[in-house]
């Protein structure tokens, strides 16, 4: 009896909790646009060259520095608040920070789920890394091997979508937590390919011997910045100051600094 | 996705998890108890290095651990990294849970009256014979609570094995919550270990219950 009446109960948590799932976030009371003095930037902490922890132990990246210009420039004060990347849109919308801003793959669940999505402003492409020795020359060869891909990646969200028939001719797909587990699992021989976004990749292997890239585009999508849903006020005033910065030339400094990423910039190729 | 779907796929990930759950709970019961031994040794220096041991694996997180034994090997000696991680997953575990455990087996031993071990010298018993008939089955029953306690973290515990690429039952989750934008995964883990420690809480109660021969 004691049994059935737990059972009964576990039953009604997950129903009660399934009527709440699909809806969209609720609306925040963010501080209306003309008070607001400060702007917490949401970043994954580990994904270079956009956003990672600088040689000084301070942020940086190109994302965070365009975010610290488009905030100098209207005046707000700006904080960073490392997100975890598998649950960013979950605190994005527990207030923890007031965007989600680190070449993030604009994927169509968001907007569905009512997040506000900025203009793109970098086009993205997924490769495989592989080991220069492997003789692995495209994503055919990769059956029945084992790849890794992080997860909450637009690679991973691709593996399950766009790409599921390849991601099933794969031996498995290993998710890890952070790319950089993902390229040690590779140099360790647990793996034998990594799925990642190519920036990270040619950045990656710019710094590492033994690896490669395999010529094969496998997806293209773009980058873009989340917001809570009922921050377009907010979304348009932070384009508003980027459109400021391509303007004046500021953009395009920032963007000499990450050469790896200045040609994938929408921004600057117009 | 249905709720279905979901609960199907997170099931599949349950036999890996609970795979985690049993093997470490098979060595890691034993080794405690050997543990707990060497920390009681007469010999000063088997003491003193077993206790270091113990303050280390009590006192750094599991999942540095985790990390250690599985990419440890790599960046020390360049060696491959497992590509069953099953089994530094359940290195990892069963050693730190060894030291849990090592100090409740020590809680419980040390508890016994030393007129007992008196009582049966003057009987004629061995050494070894008072232990394992006079003491052991006492300890047993002491500990069973804590115990208890120790194995249903363990339950919980085992969503760590993300942290070096396990797939088990919460990365499945994760995944998609991921793809679908949605927190219900998570709500079904909940529900999943919650179910998962209602057992484990009703066979350990039993268990308890058996060994209470004397009330």
Redesign the interface.
């Known amino acids: 009896m004691k049994k059935l009446i737990?059972l009964a109960l576990?039953l009604v948590?997950?129903l009660a909790?399934?009527a709440c799932?699909?809806s969209a976030p609720a609306k925040t009371d963010a501080p209306a646009a003309e008070e607001r003095t400060s702007f917490i930037m949401g970043i994954d902490p580990e994904y270079p060259p956009f956003s990672y922890l600088g040689d000084d132990g301070g942020y940086t990246g190109f994302d965070v520095e365009i975010c610290q210009a488009a905030c100098d420039y209207l005046g707000w004060e700006m904080e960073i608040f490392g997100v975890n990347w598998?649950?960013k849109?979950?605190q994005l919308d527990s207030m923890e920070c007031d965007c989600v801003w680190s070449g993030m793959t604009i994927?169509d669940?968001?907007k569905?789920?009512g997040y506000v999505i900025s203009a793109p402003y970098y086009d993205n492409t997924q490769v495989l890394v592989v080991k220069e020795d492997s003789g692995i020359a495209s994503s055919a060869d990769l059956a029945g091997k084992?790849v890794?891909v992080q997860?909450?990646t637009s690679g991973?969200?691709l593996l399950?979508?766009d790409l599921a028939e390849l991601a099933a001719s794969f031996g498995?797909v290993?998710?890890?937590?952070s790319f950089l587990?993902c390229f040690?699992?590779l140099?360790?021989?647990?793996v034998d390919a990594v799925f990642v976004d190519l920036p990270v990749a040619a950045s990656y292997c710019a710094e590492h011997d033994g690896l490669r890239i395999i010529d094969e585009s496998l997806g293209a999508e773009q980058y873009g910045i989340a917001f809570r849903s009922g921050d377009q006020a907010l979304c348009d005033e932070i384009e508003g100051a980027v459109a400021a910065l391509v303007e004046n030339g500021t953009y395009a400094e920032i963007a000499a600094k990450y050469p790896d990423i200045v040609n994938n910039l929408l921004f600057l190729s117009e | 996705m249905t709720?279905m779907t979901m609960i199907v796929k997170m099931s599949e990930g349950l036999g890996k998890t609970c795979a985690i759950f049993f093997l470490t709970l098979l060595f890691s019961l034993p080794l405690g108890m050997l543990v707990a031994l060497l920390r009681m040794s007469r010999n000063r220096i088997v003491s003193a290095v077993t206790r270091f041991f113990i303050t280390v694996l009590r006192g750094t997180p599991l999942m540095l651990q985790l990390l250690a034994v599985t990419?440890g090997p790599?960046y020390l000696f360049g060696?491959?990294?497992?590509?069953n991680?099953l089994i530094p997953v359940v290195i990892a575990f069963a050693i730190n849970y060894a030291a849990y455990f090592a100090e409740i087996y020590r809680g419980g031993i040390e508890s016994i009256p030393v007129g007992q071990y008196e009582a049966a010298e003057v009987l004629g018993y061995t050494r070894m014979q008072t232990f394992l008939r006079i003491i052991l089955p006492q300890v047993v029953k002491r500990i069973m609570p804590s115990v208890t306690n120790e194995v249903v973290t363990l339950v919980k515990d085992t969503s760590m094995a993300?942290?070096?690429?396990y797939?088990e039952m919460f990365?499945i989750g994760?995944?998609i919550?991921?793809?679908?934008?949605?927190?219900?995964p998570f709500?079904?883990a909940?529900?999943f270990y919650?179910?998962f420690n209602?057992i484990v809480d009703r066979v350990m109660g039993r268990i308890e219950k058996r060994l209470d021969y004397y009330k």
């Open positions: 737990a576990a948590m997950v909790l399934t799932g699909g598998d649950e849109l979950v994927l669940s968001m569905e789920a084992l890794a997860l909450g991973e969200a399950n979508g498995e290993i998710t890890c937590d587990k040690t699992e140099a360790g021989n647990s | 709720l990419y790599y060696a491959n990294v497992a590509r991680k993300f942290t070096v690429s797939q990365t994760k995944q919550a991921n793809s679908q934008t949605s927190f219900l709500v079904v909940g529900v919650y179910v209602f």
